[in-house]
């Protein structure tokens, strides 16, 4: 490459990453790959390119898709990425991240992992699911505190009522979040005094 060449290389648009990225990037519990996913969210946004599918993600990154797609889950459980949709258009947010970057000490989130299984589940029932859909699952288990095989009993409960969509879901987690149900054993004993 001759000198010309390389110098255009470096002319190019920057991708500005902040410093205490790099500097509190452990604090966060950030990855090295999701670290990465972060960066190049930075530099789809400054190309215009506010909502990538993990498709375009995972080219960019040289990972399979379904890995890109479990890194940005991680993020919005951890509550780092948002998705943000008061705009025209839904996008991912980075804000949390940068607010988590101002904090002093390790961020206090529910730790539970979400399983990928778990949205694939959702995807056999539901077809594609939409970026709101999966940030509701986050939801459900990070703020709403709901275990897996809860959330999975509600899903099979609106299956045995014909009644596949989120918003019922969240109801049926509602009803019994309001009785006390946080555990299968809880939810057998709930519908036994329902009869």
């Known amino acids: 490459m001759d000198a010309h060449n390389l110098i255009k290389l470096f002319e190019q648009s920057p991708v500005v990453v902040p410093r205490k990225l790099f500097t509190d990037a452990r604090r966060l519990n950030l990855n090295p790959v999701e670290f990465c996913l972060v960066v190049h969210l930075?530099?789809?946004t400054g190309e215009g390119i506010e909502m990538?599918?993990?498709s375009e993600l995972g080219d960019r990154?040289?990972?399979p898709e379904s890995e890109a797609r479990s890194v940005l889950l991680g993020l919005l459980q951890k509550e780092l990425v948002a998705i943000d949709a008061s705009a025209e258009?839904?996008?991912y947010s980075l804000l949390p991240?940068?607010?988590a970057l101002e904090e002093d000490g390790a961020p206090e989130k529910n730790t539970q992992s979400l399983n990928e299984n778990l949205i694939h589940t959702f995807e056999r029932e539901f077809g594609t699911i939409t970026p709101?859909?999966?940030?509701q699952i986050v939801g459900w288990l990070t703020e709403d505190g709901f275990s897996e095989e809860l959330?999975?009993?509600a899903l099979r409960e609106a299956k045995?009522?014909?009644v596949r969509n989120f918003k019922y879901m969240d109801k049926i987690l509602s009803v019994w979040q309001d009785h006390k149900v946080e555990s299968l054993e809880d939810l057998v004993e709930y519908q036994r005094r329902k009869k």
């Open 52 to 54: 990538p599918l993990p």
């Open 97 to 99: 991240l940068f607010q």
């Open 151 to 153: 959330i999975l009993a």
């Open 61 to 63: 990154m040289n990972v």
């Open 132 to 135: 709101f859909e999966i940030e």
């Open 89 to 91: 258009v839904e996008r």
């Open 42 to 44: 930075l530099e789809l």
């Open 160 to 162: 045995l009522r014909n």
